[in-house]
């Protein structure tokens, strides 16, 4: 894979006489590509939260894993194990089934991360409405997985991103025990966000959109949380419970706060996008974005 600029990248600890590598486009997927349309633009986006992660350098090295459930399937893709986060293209994305089996490779002949498939299986078996789901263990995130009282309400991304649940920790997801406990978690259409205690968490979207504005809030909740607590728990203000209701359902309406003069309405997480693609593609990544508001 090559890349198409040299803009400052990924230079984080490295020498200063190393060039920081060129950007790899995310929009790989040549002209005469067998996918269908719905498929093109799962592949893209799905890369595109795969750089989004790197970018905020929340990654684990090549682990963690996102998928996205192409629509009118029930294919799901995912990143083959062995490419780091920034390598990811819409091409290389690897197309299993539910029950695991890979369907197509993509550019790469890497397999998959058993333990990955069986965490995102089990969310897509019985959240028919998620069709993105990511799951990172960002220090923050793992810090609040691991407190007994897990996410409080103490600041406005934690109230926005709605109820979460919790999951205790049985060691690696590697068995259908584990599969079989996480669905019980989750079945609440409500929860978008799942606290895997000592380990990490998982967002689940409607949309990639929504999937990557709930990883966000939730990564800088729990950053916030985390600075909060050296007060004291004691010390700290907890808002009112219809307070932080009324937070939550109006965030879920979509940042939809225009004037008059005919803008589509956006469903949760869209604008937001729509801004984040902009810094992608001025950067050089290449998103392939279709833009609602051409700039």
């Known amino acids: 894979m090559k890349g198409v600029t040299n803009l400052q990248y990924r230079t984080a600890g490295a020498p200063s006489t190393v ?39 929340w990654t684990q090295i090549i682990y963690n894993h996102i998928t996205f459930k192409v629509p009118g399937t029930e294919d799901i893709l995912i990143n083959p194990l062995g490419l780091q986060y920034y390598e990811i293209t819409a091409n290389s994305l690897a197309k299993i089934s539910l029950d695991g089996k890979i369907l197509d490779r993509g550019t790469t ?53 709605g109820p979460v649940a919790y999951m205790d920790y049985t060691g690696i997801l590697d068995a259908e025990e584990e599969k079989e406990l996480l669905k019980e978690k989750i079945l609440d259409p409500k929860i978008k966000v799942l606290f895997l205690r000592n380990h990490g968490f998982v967002a689940m979207g409607e949309t990639a959109e929504q999937a990557w ?58 604008l937001e996008w729509e801004a984040w693609m902009r810094e992608l593609d001025t950067r050089g990544y290449v998103t392939g974005h279709k833009y609602q508001e051409p700039h």
Not at 35 to 47: F, G, H, I, N, T
Not at 116 to 124: K, P, W
Not at 138 to 148: D, E, F, L
Not at 227 to 247: D, R
Request: net charge negative; hydrophobic share 40%; aromatic share 10%.
């Open 213 to 270: 504005l709930l990883t966000y809030y939730t990564v800088v909740a729990c950053e916030t949380q985390v600075k909060t607590l050296s007060a004291g728990l004691e010390n700290i203000v907890i808002p009112k419970a219809e307070a932080v209701q009324q937070a939550y359902e109006l965030s879920y309406q979509g940042a939809n706060g225009h004037d008059d003069q005919g803008w589509k309405p956006y469903r949760h997480g869209e």
């Open 19 to 57: 060039d920081p590598p060129a950007i790899i486009p995310i929009d790989d997927i040549p002209e005469d590509s067998p996918y269908s349309e719905e498929e093109k633009d799962a592949r893209k986006k799905l890369a595109a939260c795969y750089r989004l992660v790197d970018y905020f350098k």
């Open 109 to 161: 002949k890497y397999s998959i991360n058993r333990a990955g498939y069986i965490l995102h299986a089990a969310i897509h078996e019985v959240r028919h409405d998620i069709y993105c789901t990511i799951h990172m263990h960002n220090t923050a995130i793992a810090a609040v997985s691991a407190m007994k009282f897990g996410l409080l309400p103490i600041n406005q991304e934690a109230m926005i991103i």
